[in-house]
C-alpha cells in the first residue's frame, strides 16, 4: 500500500462547477496535511493546509480532513479553466525524523468551458 | 523579492558527467529539500537538510550528494553513479519545526 494516494485522473469538471479532489495516507500518526497545485511544466505550489479534523475554507477552496477514515480530501468550487492542474496531497511523516512530507502521485483536473 | 531560486531552468549533459544544480533562498528558512518527479509521478525525496552543516539522505539519494554550507544555499551534485538521472529537480525550503513547504521553480535535467 501507497503511504499516500490519489487517483490519477483526469478528472474532467465543466466549468462552475465543483471539482472534488481525494487523498488516502496510511500513516495514522499523520498531523499536517497540504494541497500543492502544479501547473504543467512549473513547480508545486502550496494552496492548501489543514491540521485540524473538519473543513478550512480558502476562498473557492475547501479541504476536509477527516483523521479516523485517514483522508483528505480538496474541493474546488467554481471550478474555472485556470484550475487545471495537477494538484497533489501531501502528508508529514510522523515516524520519520525530520520535517518529511510525503507526496501522491497526484490528481489531473481539467475544466472544461 | 524573497524566494527560491534554482539555475539553470534547462541542464543538459553527457551521460558519465557529474553536474550540480543550485538552490538559493532568502527566505530565512532552516530546512532545505531536494525532490526529483519523473513525468507523471509525484515528488520523491532525495536529501534534506534542517541546519547548516548537517543534512539527511531521503528515499532515493544513492547516485546523488549534497552540502549545506550556508543557510541561504544547498546545491544538489548529480554523479555519474545515478542510473536515470533525467527528470524535473525541485528545491524546497520551510521553517524548522513546520512542515510547510515551499519550491522553487525546478531545474530540468536531460541526460544523453
Known amino acids: 500500500q501507497k503511504e499516500v494516494e490519489q487517483n490519477s485522473g483526469p478528472l474532467s469538471v465543466p466549468e462552475g462547477a465543483i471539482a472534488s479532489l481525494n487523498c488516502t495516507y496510511s500513516d495514522r500518526g499523520s498531523q499536517s496535511f497540504f494541497w500543492y497545485r502544479q501547473y504543467s511544466g512549473k513547480s508545486p505550489e502550496l494552496i492548501m493546509s489543514?491540521?485540524?479534523?473538519g473543513d478550512k475554507e480558502d476562498g473557492r477552496f475547501t479541504a476536509q480532513l477527516n483523521k479516523a477514515s485517514q483522508y483528505v480530501s480538496l474541493l474546488i468550487r467554481d471550478s474555472q479553466p485556470s484550475d487545471s492542474a495537477t494538484y497533489l496531497c501531501a502528508v508529514n511523516s510522523f515516524k520519520a525524523a525530520g520535517n518529511k512530507l510525503t507526496f501522491g502521485g497526484g490528481t489531473r483536473v481539467l475544466v472544461k468551458p | 523579492d524573497g524566494g527560491i531560486t534554482q539555475s539553470p531552468k534547462y541542464l543538459f549533459r553527457k551521460e558519465g558527467q557529474n553536474v550540480t544544480l543550485s538552490c538559493e533562498q532568502n527566505?530565512?528558512?532552516?530546512?532545505m529539500y531536494w525532490y526529483r518527479q519523473d513525468p507523471g509521478q509525484g515528488l520523491r525525496l532525495i536529501y534534506y537538510s534542517q541546519i547548516v552543516n548537517d543534512f539527511q539522505k531521503g528515499d532515493i539519494a544513492e547516485g546523488y550528494s549534497v552540502s549545506r554550507e550556508k543557510k541561504e544555499s544547498f546545491p544538489l551534485t548529480v554523479t555519474s553513479a545515478q542510473k536515470n538521472p533525467t527528470a524535473f529537480y525541485l528545491c524546497?525550503?520551510?521553517?524548522?519545526?513546520?512542515?510547510?513547504?515551499?519550491f522553487g521553480p525546478g531545474t530540468r535535467l536531460t541526460v544523453t
Open positions: 524546497a525550503s520551510g521553517h524548522r519545526g513546520s512542515y510547510e513547504q515551499y
Open positions: 489543514i491540521y485540524s479534523n
Open positions: 527566505l530565512n528558512h532552516d530546512a
